[in-house]
């Protein structure tokens, strides 16, 4: 399929050509020409725009509610890593209360 041109891309040869032309109705018509171009390309790119904006609003929508799920997320590894470290603290104390325990009946059993 073949690329279109943008209307405000076209005609300038026309326009070009009739530029050698010193009468006031042909500068008028360059004048015009070449205003009405400019309202075209202004008009197209404020048209570009606004579409990027929109593609640019909805990935940031998408992006937002990515994140928002990865927070909760790592909300919930972090109570669970609050867990699992205060049940490693309580490992440890009744490892060393075994550990203690276990020294004192061996040097009461010793004597």
Do not use: C
């Amino acid at each position: 399929m073949p690329k279109q041109i943008p209307t405000e891309l076209e005609g300038w040869d026309e326009l070009n050509n009739i530029s050698g032309g010193d009468s006031v109705p042909i500068q008028n018509r360059i004048k015009v020409g070449t205003s009405h171009k400019t309202v075209l390309a202004l008009s197209n790119l404020g048209n570009n725009i606004f579409s990027l904006q929109k593609i640019l609003g909805n990935r940031l929508d998408g992006l937002n509610k990515k994140l928002d799920e990865e927070s909760k997320s790592s909300e919930k590894q972090s109570r669970r890593m609050y867990w699992l470290t205060i049940a490693l603290v309580v490992a440890t104390v009744v490892q060393a209360v075994a550990a203690t325990l276990s020294v004192i009946i061996a040097t009461n059993n010793i004597k």
